[in-house]
T-cell receptor
Framework: DTGVSQDPRHKITKRGQNVTFRCDPI?????LYWYRQTLGQGPEFLTY????????KSRLLSDRFSAERPKGSFSTLEIQRTEQGDSAMYLCASSSPAESTDTQYFGPGTRLTVL | DQQVKQNSPSLSVQEGRISILNCDYT??????FLWYKKYPAEGPTFLISISSIKDKNEDGRFTVFLNKSAKHLSLHIVPSQPGDSAVYFCAASSQAGTALIFGKGTTLSVSS
């Protein structure tokens, strides 16, 4: 079990640029979640997938954000036309309903800094 | 409107003593509660969970208590160790496997 991995770990970009993050879940987990965490706050839910289907999206996920999980394995989160307010830690988690508690396990996160 | 509240931003405890972290929630639809621990520059690490049908769950040094009538849960760490120093987040969901709602966290410092 290699755990949830995220790439890159850090990203610095200029305002207005597009960025894309990748998440690889634990191999047998078919649910994948994206959260965002800013300083002094707990993680905030953005969206989640069951297999390739995007089942829920938060109102925090503006039109500039898009998430995909085309083959039900890894997922990407793209932010278009980045703004300074997008600076945050982007966390990915995965879970399996086959486990009795369907616990979400988190990756190390991608820290985004928008200059 | 914060649905999950951790009203103590920080807690300091001596090694060997009990640490008690508290969490309150407002949404009566929450059915599943979890505690995560987070070190700087890392993702949250799952500690322990409890469903609303139980009032206590224990795993080694960690015990979570749920009081549904008071909409309150607590995490007890006994005995506390310096390695327990981290930020602890309480989280809740309306059912397992859906979006988690997190509190703002409590920073625990365990001194030797």
């Amino acid at each position: 079990d290699t755990g949830v991995s995220q790439d890159p770990r850090h990203k610095i970009t200029k305002r207005g640029q597009n960025v894309t993050f990748r998440c690889d879940p634990i191999s047998e987990h078919n649910r994948l979640y994206w959260y965002r965490q800013t300083l002094g706050q707990g993680p905030e839910f953005l969206t989640y997938f069951q297999n390739e289907a995007q089942l829920e999206k938060s109102r925090l996920l503006s039109d500039r954000f898009s998430a995909e999980r085309p083959k039900g394995s890894f997922s990407t989160l793209e932010i278009q036309r980045t703004e300074q307010g997008d600076s945050a830690m982007y966390l990915c988690a995965s879970s399996s309903p086959a486990e009795s508690t369907d616990t979400q396990y988190f990756g190390p996160g991608t820290r985004l800094t928008v200059l | 409107d914060q649905q999950v509240k951790q009203n103590s931003p920080s807690l300091s405890v001596q090694e060997g003593r009990i640490s008690i972290l508290n969490c309150d929630y407002t949404n009566s639809m929450f059915d599943y509660f979890l505690w995560y621990k987070k070190y700087p520059a890392e993702g949250p690490t799952f500690l322990i969970s409890i469903s609303s049908i139980k009032d206590k769950n224990e795993d080694g040094r960690f015990t979570v208590f749920l009081n549904k009538s008071a909409k309150h849960l607590s995490l007890h760490i006994v005995p506390s160790q310096p390695g327990d120093s981290a930020v602890y987040f309480c989280a809740a969901s309306s059912q397992a496997g859906t979006a988690l709602i997190f509190g703002k966290g409590t920073t625990l410092s365990v001194s030797s």
